[in-house]
């Protein structure tokens, strides 16, 4: 038997980039108003068909000029993705009514992706401004 000489390779994989897409429901909005923030984590299609959608959570952060913090409606600041058109992973935050004010603006809205075990990190952000109420 005369032996052989085997070539031992490695294969590099790599996670599949995303991009958020954030939206936030009204821009500038009103004092004490209610704002709608929705983040869509979007991948390349080409490559999530037999892996799905993104999953894990989206880590929203809203930061008033003051630098005071305000908290989604669900009482956390990460919210869990669910499965959107297209294979897009989908987080909302919602700031309640009376949250928002117009001495603490512009607030900094930021959505953060953490990504999961196919999927990269990603981050958007974007600014939000509050009117003042009439007459102030």
Do not use: M, W
């Amino acid at each position: 038997f005369k032996g052989s000489n085997a070539h031992v390779g490695f294969v590099t994989v790599s996670k599949i980039p995303t991009t958020s897409d954030l939206v936030l429901s009204q821009n500038p909005a009103p004092n004490g108003g209610r704002l709608v923030i929705r983040d869509a984590i979007i991948a390349d299609s080409r490559s999530t068909g037999a892996l799905g959608a993104p999953t894990g959570g989206v880590t929203f952060t809203i930061t008033g000029s003051s630098g005071d913090t305000l908290t989604c409606d669900t009482g956390s600041s990460t919210i869990a993705i669910s499965t959107g058109q297209h294979d897009q992973g989908l987080a909302r935050c919602i700031i309640d009514a009376g949250q928002l004010s117009a001495g603490d603006s512009p607030y900094q809205v930021q959505a953060s992706y953490s990504g999961d075990t196919n999927y990269s990190a990603s981050s958007l952000s974007l600014s939000e401004t509050v009117n003042a109420p009439p007459g102030g």
